[in-house]
């Protein structure tokens, strides 16, 4: 039996690791008119830590009977149409993190791009999100940029995925997405909206592929209500329904994004019941809900 696993992003960025113990790295920028940013490289994920512990120890108990292992890596430039550096308001200050960007708050002039010549595509860009019901313009913070420490696999799962690769005299498929800064890139198959003259940003069919030829896929990572999801439902998407009852999400080693709330505790979006809502979709359309202590036991 042909038996993949699949782990989505799991970076350090991703990860929630305390103060102290390998945290989050910050950095100061100092701008031209003499001010002084200061930024923290991460998007921690709460539970994401233990996830890929899990993950860690999946690999070593069933290392075996596994024939490839896919792992996603979120890669990302600091300036970025999901970064708060794309973005300002009309007084020329940044967005904090976590902020939407809908694509009427561009028309109107609260937020705009940096680079003036790219105000009219971000605004077809917002529109066009907005159009196919997919998630507006999130400016996060900065995380999974190319070269850092964040954007490195956690260190327990790296090591397991080395010594799975020396066991098995067979590399690891590391499968990179989100370099164009014009597009969001949360599933690993296509962006958010792909851009023409950009084949890394359009279906990866040699991906794809790879995973018609499991007979079974166990897949992990994070976040479940963002890189998780968008990932799985474009599998679903494209695959090939008789490929669909093949795939088995690991329910214990995926983490949501926090809900955004306002100051009111309001919430604005509530991702933990997005990601739920996405399990049991997949779920209905004939893929198994499990465990990392259940799968392959």
Not at 54 to 78: C, E, F, M, N, Y
Not at 228 to 235: G, I, L
Request: glycine share 6%.
């Amino acid at each position: 039996m042909k038996a993949h696993l699949l782990i989505i992003d799991p970076q350090n960025d991703f990860m929630d690791i305390l103060a102290g113990k390998n945290d989050h790295v910050g950095f100061t920028v100092h701008l031209p008119d003499g001010a002084d940013l200061n930024f923290r490289s991460g998007l921690p994920v709460t539970g994401a830590l233990d996830d890929a512990k899990r993950t860690a120890s999946l690999i070593d108990r069933i290392g075996t009977k596994l024939q490839k292992i896919h792992v996603t890596l979120d890669s990302h430039h600091p300036v970025d149409i999901g970064h708060p550096v794309f973005w300002m308001d009309a007084n020329g200050k940044m967005p904090a993190p976590m902020t939407l960007i809908t694509a009427d708050a561009i028309e109107d002039g609260t937020w705009t791009t940096r680079i003036p010549s790219l105000r009219d595509y971000a605004l077809k860009y917002a529109r066009s999100l907005e159009a196919a019901g997919k998630f507006q313009i999130m400016a996060w913070s900065l995380h999974c940029l190319i070269g850092t420490w964040g954007h490195n696999v956690q260190e327990d799962l790296a090591k397991a995925l080395d010594r799975w690769s020396v066991a098995r005299v067979r590399n690891v498929d590391y499968v990179t997405k989100g370099t164009n800064v014009l597009t969001e890139h949360y599933g690993a198959l296509l962006a958010e909206v792909p851009v023409a003259n950009d084949p890394s940003t359009q279906l990866n069919g040699r991906f794809l592929q790879m995973l018609q030829e499991a007979d079974i896929i166990a897949v992990a990572g994070e976040a479940s209500s963002h890189c998780v999801k968008a990932t799985v439902e474009q599998v679903a998407e494209h695959i090939g329904e008789e490929h669909i009852k093949k795939f088995h999400i690991l329910t214990d080693c995926m983490s949501p994004v926090p809900a955004i709330t306002a100051p009111d505790g309001t919430v604005i979006v509530d991702f933990p019941a997005i990601a739920e809502q996405f399990q049991q979709d997949m779920a209905a359309r004939g893929m198994t809900l499990t465990t990392s202590a259940e799968f392959l036991a």
